[in-house]
């Protein structure tokens, strides 16, 4: 099974950047597709951004889309997201996971790490 490490989270003002980042256990990394989620306090998780296993195909929630970034790097078993452009409704608990496919990334695979805390100060 897929373990995760997410680190890089603090706090930023609005407009600000930050850049997360998931170790990932395994030799099989780079053959699953990787994806960002978070969550807020007293709401549910929810999708952020995925990318396929090569890299080559990124998806984004439309609430992220154009001010976040998702990138991965297989030789180092570690998927990035980048947050620019950051709003206080960003501020959350960001998480990484792993799945077969993006188009199953609704249902990972690995085990949930302990997040990132990210606060965003307007």
């Known amino acids: 099974q897929v373990q995760l490490v997410e680190s890089g989270g603090g706090l930023v003002q609005a407009g600000g950047s930050l850049r997360l980042s998931c170790a990932a256990s395994?030799?099989?990394?780079?053959?699953?597709?990787m994806g960002w989620f978070r969550q807020a306090p007293g709401k549910e998780r929810e999708f952020v951004a995925a990318?396929?296993?090569?890299?080559?195909?990124?998806y984004y929630a439309d609430s992220v889309k154009g001010r976040f970034t998702i990138s991965r790097d297989n030789a180092k078993n570690t998927v990035y997201l980048q947050m620019n452009s950051l709003k206080p409704e960003d501020t959350a608990v960001y998480y990484c996971?792993?799945?077969?496919?993006?188009?199953?990334?609704?249902?990972?695979?690995?085990?949930w790490g302990q997040g990132t805390q990210v606060t965003v100060s307007s």
């Open positions: 395994g030799r099989t990394f780079s053959s699953y597709a």
């Open positions: 990318i396929s296993w090569s890299g080559g195909s990124t």
């Open positions: 996971n792993a799945a077969v496919s993006v188009a199953t990334m609704h249902t990972p695979i690995g085990s």
